[in-house]
């Protein structure tokens, strides 16, 4: 059936994503070669907008908020609604529609002004002067 | 009740639902009655959709590739979740269902990049790791 299919694959996808957290509450991603580095930094020199991402969760999992928004204050910001969006997908999975938690559900216009954020800021990362320049991964901690 | 769209608790007697806008009446709503001027009725927000459906908009799962497999894959798909939400308001259901599949799609094909690229970077790493112990003995 889709519906025990579904929950499988959900059940699955959270395995990995709890796996995935213990890693970062363990290794540093900033010291520790385990895991990948961006492909776009990799190959093009250049920060995305996740660049740091990684790095910002681990901080999070060690409760240092100040070390993790200076890798990556988009993410920092993003976390708690992305968090509420898997929780409350996760949990309408099991329960059913209406009797879970509200999905998210954003007007087309906001959606719109995320992605052009998101774009931004991976251009203004990336821009060597200053303020924006503080954007870049690590870079407040300089200062 | 619930609303069949978003999943928000709505009020039994409401007409859209207040957190994503969906008509929630299958019959238009009665007519006001004693109108002075006649006024052209505005089409209301949001399309019918059989109770229990939904059209994802994945756009979780879209920031989610953007920000971690770090691709230019996710920015469609983000595109294509504003426009469910758009059409779906704009009562489009089959342009909706469309835009859902589409973002669907490109959450898919930046999972799959990202998940390559992990893949691609364990083989790495245990070569290294071999390499290094073969340098060892």
């Keep these: 059936m889709l519906e025990t299919w579904n929950r499988r694959l959900l059940a699955a996808l959270f395995g990995i994503g709890a796996v995935g957290v213990i890693l970062l509450r363990v290794f540093d991603p900033a010291t520790s070669r385990i895991f990948p580095p961006c492909p776009v930094w990799y190959l093009t020199g250049w920060y995305c907008p996740g660049c740091g991402s990684l790095r910002a969760i681990h901080q999070l999992l060690h409760g240092n908020l100040q070390v993790a928004w200076a890798m990556n204050p988009l993410t920092v910001i993003l976390l708690p609604f992305i968090s509420y969006g898997l929780v409350s997908h996760a949990v309408i999975a099991i329960r059913g529609q209406g009797h879970g938690l509200p999905r998210l559900f954003l007007p087309a216009v906001w959606i719109r002004a995320l992605c052009a954020v998101i774009v931004l800021y991976g251009i203004a990362r990336n821009l060597p002067f200053y303020p924006v320049n503080l954007l870049a991964p690590g870079a407040m901690l300089r200062f | ?137």
């Design chain 2, 1 to 137: 009740m619930f609303c069949p769209q978003c999943g928000a608790s709505t009020p039994d007697n409401a007409v859209v639902c207040m957190q994503c806008g969906r008509n929630l009446q299958a019959a238009p709503p009665p007519p006001l009655q004693a109108a002075p001027y006649q006024v052209t009725p505005l089409p209301t927000p949001g399309v019918i959709l059989p109770p229990g459906a939904t059209v994802p908009n994945y756009l979780v799962f879209a920031i989610l590739t953007t920000l971690f497999c770090c691709l230019p894959a996710g920015i469609p798909a983000i595109v294509y979740a504003a426009q469910v939400n758009g059409k779906l308001q704009a009562g489009d259901l089959a342009g909706a269902q469309q835009a859902s599949k589409n973002a669907k799609l490109w959450c898919l094909i930046s999972l799959g990049l990202g998940l390559a690229v992990v893949v691609i970077w364990g083989f790495l790493v245990l070569a290294g790791v071999l390499t290094g112990i073969s340098h060892q003995n």
